[in-house]
């Protein structure tokens, strides 16, 4: 038996933000709507004239603007708190994947009386929570349309909630927040998502015709448009098609959930503070290789949908030119990692078992290090 779900109201509007007040129609149980976000989105203006729009309509609104990447614990209990206490009727997470992942577990903590330490894991979040609406500033992480949130625990040890609660009531695509985007960002969060449709297509334990179907299409768009979105930021076109790809691959993968990738590059975020997005395109190259004996057929099935050969050697060429073509960095020494912190990050990736659980091929702790070793 296969299952699938997803967010079922998703909007499509370039521009949409500047009419939030007619977005949110429906969602909001009073005049009270708590934007969380982060500081460096809010400094580009990207929400101002949303907030002038709500603020028109007679809605009154509070910013909660602390979320840093992977938010630690205290800052994610500190804002539902906060959003609690405003007593917001609706929760706007508006940012790439760290605001909106913060978003849906302040909304949920929020909602209810569930402690935070009870969440972590698969489906344990429970009971009810505050509608909310997700909106995206990055084609990257798909997090607008997963029921995944990634929070750091502790120094550095990162842990996911992963429950259907999490699940956004509406989601907004507006390509124009993504307009001007610098290269580096557009680049890392775009090879981001299309390991995102990587990993769902070639995910042992869930993979589905829905998946596959969603995985693929992703790949088409992202492809097709990642290099020219880098090298023109202000091509509309080629934005809105990265963030539909980005969102259709966050689809794939929350239902047939990433893998190793995704677990090698954690520590890198988690130890040197590595942008995520960045970190999956450092070891995605040499994870493809690894998986290569047990996902070979998978990565060729989708090279030849993608017209760039018929084997799997052919994708793993594919990502290795878009990694060139954009220019993200392919090392670990140019992201400061050194080679002295191999065996710590590879300790710590062996214990992702959430992801590595998924992957074509066992992973080990020797092949941990030998990867890390090649890309540093």
């Known amino acids: 038996m296969h299952t699938f779900k997803t967010v079922s109201d998703i909007r499509i509007a370039p521009g949409g933000a500047a009419k939030l007040d007619l ?3 429906g969602l909001s149980s009073n005049k009270r709507v708590a934007i969380v976000t982060d500081k460096g989105v809010r400094s580009l203006g990207l929400m101002d004239s949303g907030i002038d729009a709500l603020e028109s309509a007679g809605f009154d609104v509070m910013i909660f603007d602390q979320v840093v990447a992977d938010p630690p614990e205290a800052i994610m209990q500190e804002i539902a708190d906060g959003i609690r206490a405003f007593g917001a009727g609706l929760v706007i997470g508006f940012g790439g994947g760290s605001p909106m992942d913060t978003a849906k577990v302040a909304a949920h903590l929020a909602g209810c009386d569930q402690p935070l330490e009870t969440m972590y894991g698969v489906d344990n979040a429970k009971g009810p929570k505050l509608p909310l609406l997700l909106i995206p500033t990055t084609s990257g992480t798909g997090s607008e349309v997963t029921n995944v949130a990634i929070l750091t625990t502790g120094k550095t040890a990162k842990k996911g909630v992963v429950a259907d609660s999490l699940y956004a009531d509406r989601v907004l695509l507006d390509a124009e927040l993504t307009l001007g985007l610098p ?3 557009t680049a890392a969060t775009g090879i981001d998502a299309m390991v995102h449709a990587i990993e769902a297509y070639t995910s042992i334990r869930l993979k589905n015709p829905m998946s596959d179907a969603l995985a693929l299409t992703a790949l088409r768009k992202l492809r097709n448009n990642i290099v020219q979105a880098v090298n ?8 809105n098609e990265m963030l539909i790809g980005a969102m259709i691959a966050g689809q ?6 990433c893998a190793a990738v995704h677990a090698l590059a954690y520590p890198l975020g988690g130890f040197f503070h590595v942008p995520h997005g960045l970190s999956n395109a450092l070891v995605l190259t040499e994870v493809m290789k690894y998986n290569q004996p047990k996902a070979d057929h998978w ?6 949908d993608l017209g760039v050969g018929q084997s799997g050697s052919a994708l793993v060429d594919e990502m290795l030119r878009i990694k060139d073509a954009t220019k993200v960095p392919q090392t670990l020494t140019e992201v400061n990692i050194p080679s002295d912190a191999i065996i710590m990050m590879a300790d710590d990736a062996m214990t992702k078992d959430r992801l590595l659980m998924n992957n074509a091929r066992v992973m080990t702790h020797e092949a941990v290090v030998k990867i890390y070793e090649t890309i540093l």
Do not use: W
């Open 183 to 185: 290269a580096s960002i």
């Open 232 to 239: 023109e930021p202000t091509n509309l076109d080629a934005r």
């Open 252 to 257: 794939a993968f929350s239902n047939a959930p």
């Open 299 to 304: 990565y060729a099935e989708i090279a030849t």
């Open 23 to 25: 977005l949110i129609e």
